[in-house]
């Protein structure tokens, strides 16, 4: 019998998968701060989705939002030091 966390794999990362290429391909209107700031938090929101979905311990909307909110802080940081060189 198939479980419910196996069709909840098989249907939630592609779903990502799909979110996260339309949101970076949204970017190009966008100046170069904003760019890797949305790029960051997509990235980040991906990968706290599929830490959440894979350790149970966190919800895969709560892994997302923990990594989007840690992606655009990066992304930013990112922004800084690029401005600095």
Do not use: W, Y
């Not at 019998?1 to 939630?12: D, E, F, G, N, P």
């Not at 100046?31 to 991906?46: K, P």
């Amino acid at each position: 019998m198939i479980s419910v966390a196996h069709i909840r794999r098989q249907l939630v990362l592609p779903a990502a998968v799909l979110f996260l290429a339309g949101s970076l391909s949204a970017c190009s209107g966008m100046n170069d701060t904003e760019q890797r700031i949305v790029t960051g938090a997509a990235i980040g929101a991906g990968a706290g989705a599929g830490l959440g979905l894979v350790t149970g311990g966190l919800s895969i909307a709560g892994g997302a939002a923990i990594g989007a909110a840690a992606g655009a802080v990066s992304g930013l940081a990112v922004d800084v030091l690029k401005k600095n060189d």
